[in-house]
Every structure is written in C-alpha cells, then in structure tokens.
C-alpha cells in the first residue's frame, strides 16, 4: 500500500535558523507530491507541489522541496524561519488510480522560538 | 480564489444525534472529499464525490454517509453520533481526476460528542 511517512511529530527551531521537515514516501508509480500548511484554527493551504517537472520546487512563504527519487524523498526547506511559519505541516501523495485520492503523512507541528 | 465553506466552524452533539456537516464550492470543481483530521493520525479520507450523486468510500466510511445533490454542496451525514467521531472534519475540492489536482480545503468542523 502507499504510504508517505513524516520524521518527526514536532520540530523546534530558532527564529532565523534552518527549517527542515522530511518528508518519505512509497510508490510504484510516477509520483505527484504536495506540501499544505495549517495555521492555527484553519484549513490546510497549499504550500507547493511537485508534478514530475523541476526536482527543485518553490513554494509560498520562501519555502522549498527537493524531489529525489533514489532516495523516494521530498523534503521541505527554507533558509531562514520566522516566528509566523508556525503551523503545522503535511505531506501528501496523489493515492494514484483514477481519482485525485490524497494520502496524506500523519503531520509535523513546527515550533519557532524567539 | 476558489472558496470551501464549511456550515459550521464548532458544533456540540449529543450521543445518538444525528449530525450533517455540509459543505459548498465555488469554483465548479469536480470532485469534493470529506477528510477527519486527529491529533498524530493525520488526514483520513472518509469519502470523496467525483460528480453529482456519485460517491467512493475512502479509508475510515464507517458510521458516516455523504449526499451530493448538487455540484457545489458535498454533505457528511453521521447517522447516529457517537463519542468516538469526536474530531475535525475537513471539506476539500478540485478540480479533475488528475493526480497533480490542487485540493482546496474549508476551514474546518471542529465536532464536539458528548
């Protein structure tokens, strides 16, 4: 069965520092991959989305994944954080067949600290 | 900007209720999704309609049905409440059966049992 698998529940990382969230998953197919973000209180909103173009994909809010299929990874990136990048994220994965299926990682809630 | 609004943003039911989360787009999309979201679970897909009356179980169906009557309104029906589908509830839509589809989701029903 398809999975995308996400390290780590919650990421702490300093205001200005690295943000990494990893991101796994399994396919035998061609995949199409998705970062979405959720603020507080809200739906999920699309941070970006690879669709077998570019390996190296941007996204809203200076935010970047790299698709690497040797290694069937799509990590999200961005250089430096801000306070209002909290929220949590997701990963998901077309669930492939004929339908817009989604199967989604189980989330990564990112902390900034000041 | 395509909108999703959920009917609801908190709702509080009592066991054995029955409970209609409903939903509307605004962009003609094709396909609509009901989605529960739980703490360290993540997204899981309850149902999906990909036209006016035609729907798919997804992962979780279990205790729920949905109705399509129209294109733009997608509705969750919980027949008889129970405590155990205390959660969020998330509406998405897109636009085709590709997998490279955006889902753009509503804001979400955050459903109390008691």
């Known amino acids: 069965a398809q999975s995308v698998t996400q390290l780590g529940s919650h990421v702490s990382v300093s205001e200005g520092a690295l943000v990494l969230l990893r991101c796994n998953y399994s396919?035998?197919?061609?995949?199409?991959l998705f970062w979405y973000v959720q603020y507080p209180n809200q739906g999920l909103q699309l941070l970006l989305k690879y669709t077998s173009a570019a390996t190296l994909v941007k996204g809203i809010n200076g935010f970047e994944a790299e698709f690497k299929k040797s290694e069937t990874s799509f990590h999200l990136t961005k250089p430096s954080a801000h306070m209002s990048d909290a929220a949590e994220y997701f990963c998901?994965?077309?669930?492939?067949?004929?339908?817009?299926?989604?199967?989604f990682g189980t989330g990564t809630l990112l902390a900034v600290q000041p | 900007d395509v909108k999703v609004t959920q009917s609801s943003r908190y709702l509080v039911k009592r066991t054995g209720e029955k409970v209609f989360l409903e939903c509307v787009q605004d962009m003609d999309h094709e396909n609509m999704f009901w989605y529960r979201q739980d703490p360290g679970l993540g997204l899981r897909l309850i149902y999906f309609?990909?036209?006016?009356?035609?729907?798919e179980k997804g992962d979780i169906p279990e205790g729920y049905s949905v109705s399509r009557e129209k294109k733009e309104r997608f509705s969750l029906i919980l027949e008889s409440a129970s405590t155990n589908q205390t959660s969020m509830y998330l509406c998405?839509?897109?636009?085709?059966?590709?997998?490279?589809?955006?889902?753009?989701f509503g804001p979400g029903t955050r459903l109390t049992v008691l």
């Open positions: 309609s990909y036209d006016v009356k035609m729907k």
């Open positions: 396919s035998s197919v061609p995949p199409y």
């Open positions: 998901a994965h077309h669930g492939g067949g004929a339908t817009n299926k989604l199967i």
């Open positions: 998405a839509s897109s636009w085709g059966t590709r997998g490279r589809d955006t889902q753009y």
